[in-house]
């Protein structure tokens, strides 16, 4: 029987479907087509088979496209972040420091009259006033971000991106399909992954990492599912 919990949250997926979806569903249409190109890139790389069974097993392509492909983002955050975790003073060295360059570019952007078509004058090459936002970015990730990876027990940034489609699979399965993650995995890394070896990394580490990002896949699902169901 349906909790009123699950009602609630049934909610409010419905409500963000209702939102991404319309427009002439555009954003669903995009998803649907980007899972499709990654997914189809991952089996080019040799992968084909075991992303096969893993669809047949229950799960979904946008979700696990998704899951694989948000793995691999967070492991290329640049490594300075990682490097800092649980050393505060370093993390507050590496904000003011970003900060006091960041003052620099705004004090180039003040002396550019606002009327001056600053994208021609630098080319590619961000103006002050962009510099100055990117830097002001990149400070708020120094202060924010190893905070999220100490709160989620991530000690090796490697584990994000075994952690993420692993528990994606699990939830959707019920299994874990170690082979075919760890295909999945390697051909979306570039990094050699085999059974063993990633089954081994899940039952030292895999209980250990928090990272409650279910609710995200199924919204990814239901977006997905309300295109297909369209077409």
């Not at 009602?7 to 249409?29: E, H, M, P, R, Y």
């Not at 059974?195 to 995200?216: C, K, T």
């Amino acid at each position: 029987m349906t909790t009123p919990l699950e009602l609630s949250f049934q909610k409010d997926l419905d409500a963000v479907l209702a939102i991404f979806t319309c427009a002439g569903n555009g954003f669903s249409v995009g998803l649907v087509t980007w899972a499709d190109g990654y997914l189809k890139h991952l089996a080019e790389l040799g992968a084909e088979f075991e992303m096969l069974e893993l669809l047949r097993a229950g799960c979904k392509k946008a979700p696990l496209a998704a899951t694989l492909k948000c793995g691999v983002f967070l492991a290329r955050l640049p490594a300075v972040y990682y490097e800092f975790l649980g050393d505060p003073k370093r993390l507050t060295q590496l904000a003011a420091q970003l900060e006091a360059t960041a003052t620099i570019f705004d004090g180039f952007a003040a002396k550019i009259p606002s009327t001056s078509p600053t994208e021609l004058v630098f080319g590619s090459t961000p103006g002050p006033r962009q510099m100055a936002a990117y830097l002001r970015t990149y400070q708020s990730f120094s202060n924010f971000f190893p905070m999220i990876m100490e709160l989620i027990n991530v000690r090796n940034v490697r584990d994000v991106e075994r952690h993420l489609p692993t528990a994606y699979v699990k939830r959707a399965t019920g299994e874990w399909h170690d082979r075919e993650v760890a295909a999945l995995i390697s051909a979306a890394t570039g990094i050699g992954l085999d059974e063993g070896a990633h089954r081994v990394w899940r039952n030292r580490n895999f209980s250990e990492i928090s990272l409650p990002l279910g609710p995200l896949w199924d919204i990814v699902t239901m977006i997905a599912d309300a295109h297909n169901n369209k077409t």
